[in-house]
């Protein structure tokens, strides 16, 4: 018997009461969506790159780097993506246990500037048995916004637990749990050995050294820190294809149940977004502007003693430059022309 497609899984959007399909998309650096997958709504995020690998292998591209975001810097999936001469540029979780991303963290160095709000360095981790190299990049406006969420949280946090001293040691364990399940609460919340909260300041001062910045890990030999840094940012094309997805096609909700019509569905979408970001890039010109434009040129119904015509709007500069621009030709001035049926007074003569 062959499984269900629509099934319960871990959401995104948090509607863990909803059945759900995992999708996919291969996206090159121009924003150009070539590959579209569909799973069972259970299926792991740590696989899905491994067959997008695969799948991709037969159409013989002579060099890859592929470029993911934390969900997927696993062990098994790094060595994967690095077969038959790949390579990758992966974001790396600061906050994780993990002791080279630690070590990565801890070195000594110098930014130098790579945009106006892009500092970076590169700090090379070599164990012996792999030798990746890590990229820390800092955001001084970034910076700016980290430190004001954390003084606000902190205000928060400090106005709870003001009066904490004075209640009972249950009534206070319940109010730690209270805030530790409200986001961004627990990180800087901590109860000494009597029982009292308190702002945890070694976390404060840890998190202060994160404000900004973001971690890459690349086993690329030649790129430079800037192509790294500047690729891990393509990442911005995925996010913009499902947004385009998600709100402009309306990619959800599906209103399907098989898993072909499913399938359907999703590569409708994709064939759409296909065409949209072929018109955006050969326009030069974001599909809003360009539809927008378009949607301005209509037929017109015009009758007369001669006959019936359908006739379009005189094309504007801007239309003109976006067809010459896509290479479609100018649509017909006249589309139908009907002329009038003769009368029986016509017909004898």
């Known amino acids: 018997m062959r499984a269900a497609f629509r099934v319960h899984g871990h959401s995104k959007d948090h509607r863990d009461d909803l059945p759900q399909v995992v999708i996919a ?38 060099r890859v780097v592929w470029v993911a975001d934390r969900g997927f810097q696993s062990a098994e999936n790094r060595c994967y993506l690095q077969r038959a001469g ?38 090379i981790i070599d164990d012996g048995t792999t030798r990746d190299r890590f990229v820390i990049c800092h955001n001084p406006e970034e910076a700016k916004r980290d430190e004001a969420v954390r003084e606000q949280l902190l205000a928060q946090i400090q106005q709870a637990i003001a009066e904490s001293d004075r ?8 109010l730690h749990g209270q805030l530790s399940a409200k986001r961004g609460y627990k ?5 000494t050995k009597t029982g009292l909260l308190w702002i945890d300041r070694g976390a404060v001062k840890a998190e202060t050294h994160l404000d ?10 030649t ?13 911005l094309q995925i996010e913009r294809a499902w947004r385009d997805m998600k709100t402009t096609l309306d990619l959800r909700p599906i209103h399907h149940r098989k898993e072909d019509r499913i399938r359907a569905h999703v590569l409708l979408c994709w064939l759409a977004l296909l065409l949209i970001r072929i018109a ?19 037929i017109g119904t015009f009758a007369g003693p001669a006959g019936t015509s359908h006739q379009r709007t005189e094309l504007t ?6 067809l010459r621009a896509l290479g479609v030709a100018e649509p017909p001035l006249f589309l139908h022309l009907h002329a009038p049926e003769p009368t029986r007074a016509q017909r004898r003569s």
């Open 25 to 62: 998309m291969a996206v090159t650096r121009d924003g150009i969506p070539i590959r579209v997958w569909c799973w069972p709504g259970n299926t792991g995020d740590q696989e899905l790159i491994r067959q997008a690998k695969d799948d991709l292998r037969a159409w013989k591209l002579s």
């Open 86 to 123: 790949g390579h990758y540029i992966l974001g790396e979780k600061l906050r994780r246990n993990n002791n080279e991303a630690k070590a990565a963290l801890s070195r000594q160095g110098r930014y130098h500037t790579v945009a106006g709000n892009l500092r970076v360095k590169e700090v």
């Open 167 to 174: 209640l009972s040691g249950a009534d206070r364990q319940k």
């Open 187 to 191: 990180r800087f919340l901590r109860t």
């Open 212 to 221: 900004g910045k973001f971690l890459l890990r690349s086993s690329h030999p």
């Open 223 to 235: 790129l430079s820190v800037e192509d790294i840094a500047l690729g891990y940012k393509q990442l």
């Open 280 to 298: 955006e890039n050969q326009a030069n010109n974001t599909w809003r502007n360009l539809r927008d434009e378009l949607q301005r040129m209509h």
């Open 317 to 322: 500069a801007g239309q003109r430059d976006i």
